[in-house]
């Protein structure tokens, strides 16, 4: 049996398994037909997932030491999963890739740093008859530097906006 009424919602060969549906119990027995399940206790359950309304630790507490109980009493080879156990490691690794994006962030910044020095120091390298020009003019040294300066500031200006928008229409196109 392929698909079963109810169960798979696709067959398109591109999914390496079929959709999963969410189905009370009564619907999943309705939906498989009336000779194929007869009880609850028939149904193959994969994953459990139950969500408490209170959200105190102690009541979490009590609701998964019950269903430990019912697990040793009725079935003992279910598996518990409680979020809480690998809550600590999740923010650890949250905490680790925090850094390691920070750091990458600081690489990048330092290349790009040199990259616009380096970029600058050959400008004004080229430039050199066009700044013995402005200083023939009359313009002090400060001047020149002031131009310098401004054009620099231009430069990572309009970048740094066209950064911006090429990133943020790229991030909104991946969380499509």
Known sequence: MDA??????????SFRRPQEILVSFPTYMRLAGPNVITSPAQ????EVSI??????????????QSFIDFRAEQYPSIDIFDYRD???????????LSVVFIAI???????????LITSMSTNIVEQAKEIAILRAVGLT???VVLIYLG???VL?????????????????????
Do not use: Q
């Not at 079963?4 to 060969?13: E, R, S």
């Not at 690998?86 to 680790?96: G, L």
């Not at 990048?108 to 040199?114: N, T």
């Open 141 to 143: 040294k400060l001047k």
């Open 156 to 176: 990572v200006f309009s970048s740094s906006l066209f950064g911006i928008l090429i990133g943020t229409i790229t991030a909104f196109t991946m969380s499509i």
């Open 43 to 46: 149904v193959p359950i994969v």
């Open 51 to 64: 969500k408490v309304k209170d959200d105190r630790d102690d009541y979490k507490d009590i609701v998964v």
């Open 86 to 96: 690998f809550e600590s490691t999740v923010s650890d690794n949250r905490a680790t």
């Open 105 to 115: 962030e600081i690489v990048v910044l330092i290349l790009s740093l040199f990259s």
């Open 4 to 13: 079963a009424p109810g169960f798979f919602f696709t067959k398109v060969p």
């Open 151 to 153: 054009e620099s500031f």
